[in-house]
C-alpha cells in the first residue's frame, strides 16, 4: 500500500509545518492536510521540500462545517461561497502539487430541504471536478458517520455509489473512510472488495475511538490485506487521533518505520 500520513490529527505535538519533518521521520513519503489553508502556499511548500515528502490531498475549504453548521458544499444560498472557496482550494492544489482535492458535503440541518441540498452538492461537485481535470487533479468525496457529525448528507455507502452511478464522471471519485464506514455499520469488505475501481483514496482508524490501530476492534490488518488484493492503487492514509505521542503509536506499520 502507498502509506500517508493525514497532518492534521497525526504529528499534533509540534506545529503544521514541522509536521512534515517529523512524519518523514517516521517513514511516509506521502501525507495530506484537512485544511491548510491558516499557512501560506510559500510556507507549505518549502516544509514538503524540505521533508522530501508529497501531499497527496486537501479538502476545499468548508466554511463552518467543522464548528457544527451546514458547511458550503451543498447549502443552495453559498453557491458563490463555495466558488471563492475553490479558486482558493486550486491555488494551493496546484502550488502543492496535489494528487486530489476532497469535497465535504457538509449538513443539511432541515430535512425539508434535503433534496435541494443534494442538488446543490451534485452541482458543485461536477463543477469542481470540469475545473480540477485541467490540472490533473482528482476530485473525491466521501461519506462521514452521522454519530461524529449530525446531519451529514453523504453519510452511507450507497450514498457513494449511487452518486457516482448519477454523474458518471471521469474525474470523480470516492474517498472511503474506513472508521466513518464502520461506524455506521457498512460492509467493508464488500465495498472494498467489489468498488476498488470506484474509490480514489482511503483513510483509516480504529473505532469507535478513532485511534490508532489496536485501540478498538476494527479488523484493520484484514482490510489491508483486502486493499493490497484489489485493483486500488492508491494511497491509504493514516487519519486517526493518537493515544498518545504519534511517534509512539507507529508499530501498525512494522519495518516502514524509520529511526527517529
Known sequence: ?????????MFTEVPL?????????????SVEIQFPYEESVEDLVKAKEAAQVEIVLINVPAGDLMTGGEGLASVPELTEDYSQALDLCIQYAT??????????AGRCLDAEKETKYWQTFEWNL????D?????NILTTFEAINTKDMP???VHRAEHLWSLMDRLNHSNIKAQYDLYHMAMMGENLWHDLSTKSDQIG????ADMPGRGEPGTGGLALKQFFQIIEDSTYGGYVAAEYKPTQQTEETLNWMGPRVMPS
Not at 500500500?1 to 490529527?9: E, P
Not at 509545518?17 to 521521520?25: G, Q, S, V
Request: aromatic share 8%; hydrophobic share 55%.
Open 126 to 129: 461536477v463543477k469542481t471536478a
Open 201 to 204: 483514496h482511503i483513510q483509516f
Open 17 to 29: 509545518l514541522e509536521r512534515f519533518a517529523k512524519a518523514r521521520a517516521c517513514g511516509f513519503e
Open 1 to 9: 500500500m502507498k502509506l500517508c500520513a493525514n497532518l492534521s490529527l
Open 131 to 135: 475545473a480540477l481535470v485541467e490540472h
Open 151 to 153: 446531519g451529514f448528507l
Open 95 to 104: 502550488a502543492l502539487e496535489v494528487k486530489a482535492v476532497n469535497v465535504l
